[in-house]
């Protein structure tokens, strides 16, 4: 059964659906390492989960969360110890020879009960001055490993924006420390890693000037669900809660929603049983409707979209955040908008004559983001969610 989940990860049977992309992944790991695209909230740390939960046969997968890591020997460090937290990774990593004899007092004083604290602050101070070589060396331990080893690392753009932010040099070195020990063929034998993220990864890359430290990825975009999916996870999801609806009701809620993006549907639907639960009405499509005007775009169900506004500050710049919030305003407005009106919004919030290529960036940037979306047939841009557009709206444009 698929459980009602609204904001963390899913697992087990709460994760409906990508059976196929799931697949994919576990056939492409055969012969590459991965770089998962996509923007939030589509599901990609549930992703991630699943591979860990259910390992294919002679795969050991681990989970990393990179977000908050602002070192390369941080990075090193957090390897180390889930390494650290498997009986036959353990094995291998401290019968190494030359494993830091300190730390390895550590973890056999605790077999049971491995104080990760101490072993991390140890590991650090070991890795401080040294963590290419030192890195290096314990990560290809693990080639003596039965099972192949993949590492999911999840948030990767932001742990590289963030350590570029304060050390950019080193950021390159890491760059490129990670693409060779990657393609390293006593690395790649045994190890994969998957590598996730919802900022746009390329563009972060391309203002380093180092796109090339990622060409030996093999993408893979996780995308909304296809309609057939959306329908039965929504009967799911009313099901698991003990509620039959009809393909009215279904219909509704796709159309509400516009893309078909799990979150928003889970949102919706708990939004939906809660209320008709709370007054005591039968759900009808009307029902579905006021909840969808009334309680997901309404202030109590603000804090699941406030991330979207407050994304924007991440972007580099303060001129790319004023000026996007000028554009998305605008947008909110209108179906659809020419390049060139918005140029000239851009302009306008940037207090510029000229600036092409950073109009071009920008857009890039809200592209990948999925705040809009271009359209080819007819060149113009429009928002990429109609929820989200429907939300900006409501607490950005009306406002005013
Ligand atoms: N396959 C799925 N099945 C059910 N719900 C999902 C699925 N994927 C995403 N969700 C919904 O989206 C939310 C965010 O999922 P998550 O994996 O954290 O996304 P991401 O890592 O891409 O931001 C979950 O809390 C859940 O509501
Ligand atoms: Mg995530």
């Known amino acids: 059964m698929t459980n009602i989940v609204v904001g963390s990860p899913v697992r087990n049977d709460n994760l409906y659906g990508r059976e196929e992309v799931i697949d994919l992944i576990w056939k492409k790991l055969e012969g590459s390492n991965i770089l998962l695209a996509a923007p939030r909230r589509f599901g990609k740390t549930s992703i991630m989960f699943n591979l860990r939960d259910s390992p294919r046969e002679g795969f050991d997968v681990f989970y990393l969360d990179v977000e908050w890591i602002r070192k390369p020997s941080d990075f090193i460090v957090e390897i180390i ?23 390895l007092d550590i973890i056999k004083g605790n077999i049971e009960e491995i104080e990760y604290a101490d072993i991390k602050i140890k590991l650090r101070e070991e890795l401080s001055g040294n963590w290419e070589e030192q890195g290096k060396y314990l990560i290809k331990l693990i080639e003596k490993s039965q099972n192949k080893v993949v590492f999911t690392v999840d948030e990767f753009p932001v742990m590289i924006h963030e350590m570029s932010e304060k050390n950019p040099e080193e950021t390159k070195t890491f760059l490129n420390w990670f693409r060779s020990l990657r393609i390293s063929p006593e690395v790649f034998k045994n190890i ?41 996870f929504i009967i799911e999801l009313f ?29 919706l639907v708990s939004e939906t049983i809660k209320e008709s639960r709370n007054k005591d009405i039968d759900i009808s499509r009307e029902f579905v409707e006021k909840v969808y005007k009334e309680k997901v775009l309404g202030v109590e169900c603000r804090t699941y979209f406030e991330h979207y506004y407050m994304r924007l500050r991440q972007y580099s710049e303060l ?82």
């Open 319 to 400: 001129l790319e955040e004023k000026s996007s919030k000028a554009i998305l305003k605008t947008l909110a407005r209108e179906d659809e908008m020419k390049p060139k009106t918005l140029y000239q919004i851009y302009l306008k919030a940037i207090s510029k004559t000229d600036d092409p290529d950073g109009f071009n960036y920008l857009m890039g940037d809200l592209e990948n983001d999925f705040y809009i979306k271009f359209n080819h047939e007819n060149e113009t841009y429009s928002f990429a969610s109609k929820i989200l557009k429907d939300w900006w709206r409501r607490y950005y444009v009306l406002i005013e």
């Open 81 to 103: 110890t889930e390494l650290l937290s498997k009986d036959s990774t353990k094995r291998i990593i401290t019968s190494a020879r030359s494993f830091p004899k300190k730390i």
């Open 239 to 267: 099901k698991s809660e003990d509620v039959d609806v009809d393909k009215g009701i279904v219909n509704k809620i796709l159309d509400l929603i516009g893309k078909h993006i799990p979150y928003f549907i889970q949102v």
């Open 192 to 232: 994969r890693f998957v590598i996730g993220g919802s900022i746009g990864i390329e563009r972060i890359l391309n203002k380093m000037d180092s796109i090339a430290t990622i060409n030996d990825l093999e993408k893979i975009y996780i995308g909304e669900f296809n309609k057939k999916d959306a329908e039965n």
